[in-house]
Every structure is written in structure tokens, then in C-alpha cells.
Nanobody, 125 residues
Framework: QAHLVESGGGSVQSGGSLRLSCAVSVYTYSRRCMGWLRQAPGKEREGVAAIEPDGRTTYADSVKGRFAISRDGVKNTLYLQMNSLKPEDTAMYYC???????????????????WGQGTQVTVSS
């Protein structure tokens, strides 16, 4: 069972940056695919970015070139650097860990079944 705690959300103006962090407590963290999901009011949860154990990354088209996912195996922490933020990036962001039988969030290549409480990101124009 994974325990995930997100932080780093906040309110910024369009064009600004934020760095989200996720403290991960899960056995075999280094062998897990990890990711970030987001959910805006009235919309379904969607995949933002994923990073596999070998470091390969996948991004949603809407964030390519602006967001970067990374992981620290020593600190058991997952990050999401978000640059050039847009109002449409406003959402609750969730850190997620893969789980057999979990859900797909295209175009991310992992099944996610564990996530934290989320951290709110609000981008104003």
C-alpha cells in the first residue's frame, strides 16, 4: 500500500512556475512507475506525466515542453516542475503510484491505483 503526500501547489499568474513535490512511502519505490494526474472542476481526472523505473517519461500533449517530471530515489520523492503555466492548468494535482489492475490515464503508459490527497494549483490570467 502506497502513502503519498503532495505539496507545492498554490496560486500563480499565467506564465508563472510551480514545483510540486510528493513524498512517497511505498515498498519497492524504485521499481514503481510514478505519475501525476490532475482533475479540474467538472472534468474527469486526466494523466499529466509519468516516469518509469528506468527514467523514461511520458507527458500529456497539453503539457509537453512546459512540465518536467523527475524522481529522487534516495529521498523517495517525486517532483513535477511546471513552467509557463496557463489558466487551463488550474486543477487539483495528484501524485500517483502504479498498481496492477489500476486505471489507465492516456497517454501515460502505467496503470495507477494509488494516489494522495492532492494539491491545488490555480493559474490566473
Amino acid at each position: 500500500q502506497a502513502h503519498l503526500v503532495e505539496s507545492g501547489g498554490g496560486s500563480v499568474q499565467s506564465g508563472g512556475s510551480l514545483r510540486l513535490s510528493c513524498a512517497v512511502s511505498v515498498y519497492t519505490y524504485s521499481r514503481r512507475c510514478m505519475g501525476w494526474l490532475r482533475q479540474a472542476p467538472g472534468k474527469e481526472r486526466e494523466g499529466v506525466a509519468a516516469i518509469e523505473p528506468d527514467g523514461r517519461t511520458t507527458y500529456a500533449d497539453s503539457v509537453k515542453g512546459r512540465f518536467a517530471i523527475s524522481r529522487d530515489g534516495v529521498k523517495n520523492t517525486l517532483y513535477l516542475q511546471m513552467n509557463s503555466l496557463k489558466p487551463e492548468d488550474t486543477a487539483m494535482y495528484y501524485c500517483a503510484a502504479d498498481l496492477p489492475g489500476g486505471s489507465w490515464y492516456a497517454p501515460l503508459g502505467c496503470r495507477f491505483g494509488s494516489w494522495g490527497q492532492g494539491t491545488q494549483v490555480t493559474v490566473s490570467s
